[in-house]
């Protein structure tokens, strides 16, 4: 099987069509999939068009799609009845904006057209806390872990566990500084971005101590692109500041 792997896209649906482009994928073919580590809503312009392709490669079989933070965070918000950050309400007003042409609805009307669409049953169902094949771990922030060490039973974690994994955002610090990995494979997550990775690649001691691999915002847009790590694959490309998508082909 071919993977297309793709994350922390945040509503950017025409970036993530393009970089999928580039790369040959092609929902006809047998052999193609599309992974997205989490994070596809949140934040962009086009969270309704993104809904619309996701749900067409998820009635062909073709998507693989894992809970990043913000789309907990806004299915928490559809199912509580009331946004909190404000990205989660801009985000239901331009998808339902996009899908039925209808403005001005109050939180209310939002949630509840969301309901309407089958948007929060998508939310709720579709995605995964992780992907495994043979060879790889697909996940958002990292999997669980005993604080900074491997922990054996991490696919029993229960739903709380992957919660703090995914919000957490250390999967460079437990791969890198740590050396925490899964055994026989390499874990693809996003969620950090990249540019920490290649930031820290020859890090001594004393610059974790100093967390220098939260320095990036002189980091040029290419230094954004996917870290390969002995261990890992680190793909968050942080669009809002990069404007492009980062996508990897893995043949597994």
């Known amino acids: 099987m071919k993977y297309f792997v793709v994350s922390d896209i945040h509503d950017r649906f025409c970036l993530m069509r393009n970089a999928l482009t580039a790369k040959g994928f092609d929902p006809a073919r047998e052999d193609h999939r599309l992974i997205l580590c989490g994070d596809a809503f949140y934040s962009g312009e086009e969270p309704g068009e993104l809904y619309e392709h996701l749900l067409d490669l998820h009635g062909k079989e073709k998507l693989i799609l894992i809970y990043g933070n913000h789309d907990v965070e806004l299915l928490d918000n559809l199912r509580a009845g009331h946004f909190g950050r404000s990205g ?22 939002l949630i509840a057209e969301c309901a309407r669409l089958g948007f929060t049953d998508f939310l709720a169902t579709v995605p995964v806390w992780y992907f495994e094949t043979p060879h790889y771990v697909f996940t958002h922030g990292f999997i669980p872990t005993e604080k900074y060490a491997y922990r054996p039973d991490w696919r029993n974690a229960t ?8 919000f957490r955002g250390d999967g460079m610090l437990l791969s890198m500084r740590y050396g925490v990995r899964v055994p026989g494979k390499t874990v693809v997550f996003g969620h950090y971005s990249a540019a920490r990775c290649y930031r820290m690649k020859n890090a001594a001691p004393e610059d974790w101590e100093k967390k220098l691999y939260k320095k990036v915002s002189a980091v040029p847009p290419d230094g954004f692109r996917p870290y390969f790590g002995d261990t890992f694959i680190a793909l968050d490309q942080s669009v809002a500041k990069t404007g492009f998508v980062n996508c990897i082909i893995l043949d597994d």
Do not use: I, Y
Request: some cysteine; charged content about 35%; proline content about 0%.
């Open 88 to 109: 989660n309400r801009t985000c239901a007003e331009l998808l339902v904006r996009h899908l039925t042409g209808k403005n001005g609805l109050s939180d209310a009307e």
């Open 159 to 166: 739903e709380k566990e992957w919660r703090t994994a995914a």
